[in-house]
T-cell receptor
Framework: SQQGEEDPQALSIQEGENATMNCSYKTSINNLQWYRQNSGRGLVHLILIRSNEREKHSGRLRVTLDTSKKSSSLLITASRAADTASYFCATDTPGGGNKLTFGTGTQLKVEL | SAVISQKPSRDICQRGTSLTIQCQVD?????MFWYRQQPGQSLTLIAT?????????ESGFVIDKFPISRPNLTFSTLTVSNMSPEDSSIYLCSVIARGTDTQYFGPGTRLTVL
């Protein structure tokens, strides 16, 4: 079953703007990971944030985690047309054997 | 990170036939998984591929339909048996490298069943 819900389902912005995507989950987690998928191809790993971390950065990406609200956000700054893709969050749980439960995904379109 | 390859990258198959998908990793990994992504949907875990023993299947997935092998630490296969159009999906393998929690995915196999 899907643990995560993501919003918005779809997001359209202009190149250069920032894009924020949100992910909510239902149970305690070990880690939360964000992935990008271009046009139904394989998933590209973006960032992993552990349950005891609150914020991580990687290049133009900033991820926050609020375990009290069971939510995470992914911020892409200064977006580019090449950022157009679907973005998914995925969580693994204590004792869950590293199995990932995926969110519903956000489709991001960055227009020139 | 781990470099993962999958074969075939895509296939179109007839109803009632079976297809075996291969997943190869460039380094020894601790865990391997198989996921399914139905059209327009998110990913769902099919099973954990265990080295040298039977895979561990998630609810709704059975060995007779999705037999999985993992003969060593770097290779696994997933077979989709007796296919129907409802099996049309992208099938992805994933791995966790030693000493990390990061899960990396292969490029996927896009399966269409007519």
């Amino acid at each position: 079953s899907q643990q995560g819900e993501e919003d918005p389902q779809a997001l359209s912005i202009q190149e250069g703007e920032n894009a924020t995507m949100n992910c909510s989950y239902k149970t305690s987690i070990n880690n939360l990971q964000w992935y990008r998928q271009n046009s139904g191809r394989g998933l590209v790993h973006l960032i992993l944030i552990r349950s005891n971390e609150r914020e991580k950065h990687s290049g133009r990406l900033r991820v926050t985690l609020d375990t009290s609200k069971k939510s995470s956000s992914l911020l892409i700054t200064a977006s580019r047309a090449a950022d157009t893709a679907s973005y998914f969050c995925a969580t693994d749980t204590p004792g869950g054997g590293n199995k990932l439960t995926f969110g519903t995904g956000t489709q991001l379109k960055v227009e020139l | 990170s781990a470099v993962i390859s999958q074969k075939p990258s895509r296939d179109i198959c007839q109803r009632g036939t079976s297809l075996t998908i291969q997943c190869q990793v460039d380094s020894q990994v601790t865990m391997m998984f198989w996921y399914r992504q139905q059209p327009g949907q998110s990913l769902t875990l099919i099973a954990t591929a265990n080295q040298g023993s039977e895979a561990t299947y998630e609810s709704g997935f059975v060995i007779d339909k999705f037999p999985i092998s993992r003969p060593n630490l770097t290779f696994s296969t997933l077979t989709v048996s007796n296919m129907s159009p409802e099996d049309s999906s992208i099938y992805l393998c994933s791995v966790i490298a030693r000493g990390t929690d990061t899960q990396y995915f292969g490029p996927g196999t896009r399966l269409t069943v007519l």
